[in-house]
């Protein structure tokens, strides 16, 4: 991803960046890191409740009971294959 590329390149700020875009996105994986910077001090308290509120909104936005439904489906569709 990004912000692995930017780290490796040294640009630590940049690697910040993309990790909150994807985090605001809804992604966990970058939501962790940007965890990890936090207690690093490579981000500011500030920065990281605005990105985790950001990600909350994302995975808020996915829900509905559409989409419960459609889960719980597949789910026990999987069991009966079973």
Avoid: C, M
């Avoid at 692995?4 to 875009?21: D, P």
């Amino acid at each position: 991803n990004l912000a692995k590329i930017e780290t490796l390149n040294g640009r630590k700020e940049r690697a910040v960046k993309h990790l909150i875009i994807a985090a605001n996105l809804g992604d966990d994986d970058a939501l962790e890191s940007l965890k990890l910077a936090y207690g690093k001090g490579l981000i500011s308290k500030e920065d990281f409740a605005a990105a985790l509120r950001g990600h909350q909104a994302a995975v808020n936005a996915t829900k509905s009971p559409e989409r419960e439904a459609a889960e719980a489906y597949f789910q026990w569709q999987e069991k009966q294959q079973s």
